[in-house]
C-alpha cells in the first residue's frame, strides 16, 4: 500500500460507512495518534485554536510538571469502549479541560487530538521530574514504541465527552432572541377528524409556508427566561413538542367569484415528546453541528449565573442541562468549561454578644460543559456537582 493510499484511507472509510459529515467531526476531535499531513488535509476545520496549539507546543518541549498530573495518575492505561477524551483527561490531569497538555506531552507520536480508539495504550513516561505521554505496546514486561497507522473506521474512535447525554438537546433546547419569532412561524390550525391532541403517525394540517423543507420541529408557545440578577428578559425558551413531516404543500389563491380559497399543508408527526394541538409551531430542524466541542477553559474572566433548569426541575445534578446568562456576545463558546460555585449563606455569630451577622466564603462545588451557544445566552451539561443546582447559582472560569 502506497503513503498515499494510507493518508486516503480514514477519508474513504468515512464515506464507504456512511457516517454523517456532523458526526466524523466529533470523531475527528478526541485525542489520538497522527497519520500524517496528507490525511489531516482530509478533514479539514479541526476544532483547535491556535492558543491549544500553543499550549501543545510549549508543553511539548519539556513535558508536564509531575506536580500537574492527578494525585491517581496511572502510570499506564488501555483505552475502552465508552471512554471519552474528558474521562481520560481526568485520568492523567487534576483539570480535565486542560487537554492539550496531555496531547502536548508528546507531540511526536500524538500530533493531532483527532482519534483515540478502544484497545489503544497509553503511558506516563516520567524523568527529571517531568511526565510525557507516550503511546506504544506492552510487550512482556517492556513497553515498545509502535506509532502507526491503525486499520479499521472511524466510527469506532472515541468522542470528547457523553454525546448521548446532549445529542437530543441540538433539537430540542432553543432559545429565540424574541417571542415574535415562532408567533410568525407555520402553525398548526386543524387535527385529522378534529381530535384534541395528536400522537405519533397522526396527521395535522398547518398553515404558513413551508417551502420546499420536508422535516419540521413542533413547539409550543416559548416562555421567558430573565436573569436572575435583573430580572431582564434574556431570550426566550420554547417548549419542545415532537417533530413532523411535511407530505402535502397547501395552497391559497383567489376563485372566479372573489373569494379566497385556503388549503393548509398536511403534516405527519413523526416523532413525540408530548401531545401535540392546535397552535403549535413548526420551526425548521438545524443541521447537526458537533464541531468545536472539545473542553477547553476560557481564555479571559468569565463569570454569570444560572438561568434554569431545563425542563420542569426545581432543581438540577450531574448529567442535567441548565441555561446559562451568558452567550456569545459575552465571549462564551462551545466547548467551554466551566466552575460552579454556591454563594455562602449569611449566619448569626453566636460566640459574639453582639451577634452581628457574617457571610461564609463561595464554595466551589462542580463543573459545566457548553455544549449550545446562543446571542445572550447558554446551555450547558453538568459534569459534576456535589450539592444540587439551583436558579441563581453561579459560574466562572475554572
Given amino acids: 500500500m502506497t503513503q498515499r493510499s494510507l493518508y486516503q484511507g480514514p477519508a474513504k472509510m468515512l464515506r464507504a460507512v456512511r457516517v454523517p ?8 476531535t478526541a485525542l489520538g495518534l497522527t497519520m500524517g499531513v496528507g490525511q489531516a488535509q482530509a478533514f479539514p476545520n479541526y476544532p483547535i485554536t491556535p492558543q491549544q496549539k500553543a499550549t501543545a507546543q510549549k508543553v511539548a518541549e519539556a513535558g508536564v510538571p509531575l506536580s500537574e498530573l492527578s494525585p491517581n495518575a496511572p502510570d499506564s492505561y488501555t483505552v475502552k469502549r465508552g471512554d471519552t477524551l474528558w474521562d481520560i483527561s481526568k485520568l492523567f490531569l ?12 508528546n507531540l511526536q507520536q500524538i ?6 480508539f478502544p484497545g489503544q495504550y497509553l503511558y506516563l513516561d516520567k524523568s527529571n521530574g517531568r511526565a510525557r505521554l507516550r503511546v506504544g505496546q506492552p510487550v512482556g514486561g517492556d513497553m515498545k514504541l509502535s506509532p502507526r497507522v491503525r486499520e479499521g473506521g472511524l466510527y469506532d474512535a472515541i468522542t470528547t465527552v457523553p454525546l448521548h447525554l446532549i445529542e437530543p438537546y441540538f433539537n430540542e433546547a432553543v432559545i429565540f432572541d424574541n417571542s415574535d419569532e415562532l408567533l410568525n412561524a407555520p402553525r398548526v390550525v386543524a387535527t385529522q377528524e378534529g381530535r384534541v391532541l395528536l400522537s405519533r403517525n397522526e396527521t395535522a394540517y398547518v398553515r404558513g409556508d413551508v417551502g420546499q423543507l420536508r422535516d419540521w420541529r413542533l413547539f409550543r408557545q416559548p416562555k421567558p427566561l430573565r436573569d436572575p440578577s435583573t430580572n431582564e428578559v434574556l431570550g426566550y425558551e420554547a417548549q419542545y413538542v415532537g417533530t413532523v413531516s411535511v ?15 385556503i388549503i393548509p399543508s398536511s403534516v405527519t408527526v413523526t416523532s413525540i415528546r ?3 394541538g392546535v397552535g403549535d409551531r413548526l420551526a425548521a430542524v438545524p443541521p447537526r453541528d458537533f464541531d468545536n466541542l472539545v473542553p477547553h477553559a476560557p481564555s479571559q474572566p468569565m463569570a454569570g449565573q444560572i438561568v434554569s ?17 451568558r452567550g456569545s456576545q459575552d465571549g462564551i463558546e462551545r466547548g467551554h468549561v466551566m466552575a460552579l460555585w454556591h454563594d455562602g449563606r449569611v449566619i448569626r455569630d453566636t460566640t459574639t454578644d ?7 466564603p463561595d464554595e466551589r462545588h462542580g463543573l459545566l460543559f457548553v455544549f449550545r ?24 472560569q475554572p
Avoid: C
Wanted: positive net charge; hydrophobic residues 35%; charged residues 20%.
Fill in 309 to 325: 433548569i431545563y425542563g420542569e426541575s426545581l432543581n438540577a445534578g450531574q448529567n442535567q442541562i441548565v441555561a446559562l446568562n
Fill in 354 to 360: 453582639s451577634r452581628e451577622q457574617i457571610k461564609l
Fill in 111 to 116: 500530533r493531532n487530538p483527532h482519534l483515540i
Fill in 274 to 276: 408530548q401531545e401535540a
Fill in 373 to 396: 451557544v446562543f446571542n445572550r445566552m447558554s446551555y450547558a451539561l453538568i459534569l459534576s456537582a456535589q450539592d444540587p443546582v439551583k436558579r441563581g447559582d453561579r459560574f466562572t
Fill in 21 to 28: 459529515r456532523a458526526l466524523s467531526l466529533v470523531l475527528w
Fill in 247 to 261: 407530505t402535502r404543500e397547501g395552497t391559497e389563491g383567489t376563485g372566479a367569484d372573489g373569494n379566497t380559497t
Fill in 94 to 105: 487534576k483539570s480535565p479541560w486542560r487537554w492539550p497538555e496531555l496531547w502536548g506531552m
